[in-house]
């Protein structure tokens, strides 16, 4: 709840960012994770609620990252690339959900091994799909929008991404680039 932060650059000795850390910071607007972080865990509700317009993950790192429920929701980005290089990265619900400006997201192709599972997290109402299936699940980006575009570093990241969709992958507005 603080009032003045409006930048952060998390340093590279930072493992645990723990739940609602920076939770309704309002003048936080740019955050950086820094290259070669050895950060593994950002915790529920992390940055909920914060005026984020910049969010950088810097390449680097090889630890596993889970990034919890929650934690980046209602932030105000246009565009989040998670980084590429991570042992794997788990994704749990609402993570990155209720961002009114989000538009284009990059999921690396490390997020195919996932904590707790063979799955991640799912959206719901990309551009007005319909397949009422995604609804059952934890809405990775519900309520975003003005999402566009979702790029895979992969194809093994795109099927796993899909994978509770019974291998249907098709929304009316959006795109993907499993390349």
């Given at each position: 709840?603080?009032?003045?932060?409006?930048?952060?650059a998390?340093?590279?000795?930072?493992?645990?960012?723990?739940?609602?850390?920076?939770?309704?910071?309002?003048?936080?607007?740019?955050?950086?994770?820094?290259?070669?972080?050895?950060?593994?865990?950002?915790?529920?509700?992390?940055?909920?609620?914060?005026?984020?317009?910049s969010?950088?993950?810097?390449?680097?790192?090889?630890?596993?990252?889970?990034?919890?429920?929650?934690?980046?929701?209602?932030?105000?980005?246009?565009?989040?690339?998670?980084?590429?290089?991570?042992?794997?990265?788990?994704?749990?619900?609402?993570?990155?959900?209720?961002?009114?400006?989000?538009?284009?997201?990059?999921?690396?192709?490390?997020?195919?091994?996932?904590?707790?599972?063979?799955?991640?997290?799912?959206?719901?109402?990309?551009?007005?799909?319909?397949?009422?299936q995604?609804?059952?699940?934890?809405?990775?980006?519900?309520?975003?929008?003005?999402?566009?575009?979702?790029?895979?570093?992969?194809?093994?990241a795109?099927?796993?991404?899909?994978?509770?969709?019974?291998?249907?992958?098709?929304?009316?507005?959006?795109?993907?680039?499993?390349?």
């Open positions: 709840g603080c009032s003045a932060l409006a930048k952060i998390i340093p590279t000795n930072v493992e645990p960012i723990e739940k609602f850390a920076f939770f309704k910071c309002s003048a936080l607007t740019d955050v950086v994770f820094s290259d070669n972080a050895k950060l593994q865990y950002i915790g529920q509700e992390a940055f909920h609620k914060t005026p984020i317009t969010l950088v993950f810097a390449e680097g790192g090889n630890a596993p990252l889970c990034i919890a429920n929650g934690a980046f929701k209602k932030i105000l980005v246009e565009e989040i690339a998670l980084p590429e290089g991570r042992e794997y990265i788990h994704i749990h619900h609402w993570a990155f959900g209720g961002c009114p400006n989000l538009k284009n997201v990059y999921i690396p192709s490390c997020i195919t091994k996932t904590w707790g599972g063979e799955h991640v997290d799912y959206f719901d109402n990309f551009n007005s799909q319909t397949n009422a995604w609804g059952n699940y934890s809405c990775l980006f519900s309520g975003d929008a003005a999402l566009e575009t979702i790029t895979f570093g992969s194809e093994e795109r099927d796993t991404f899909f994978s509770h969709n019974n291998g249907v992958i098709s929304y009316s507005n959006g795109s993907y680039n499993g390349d």
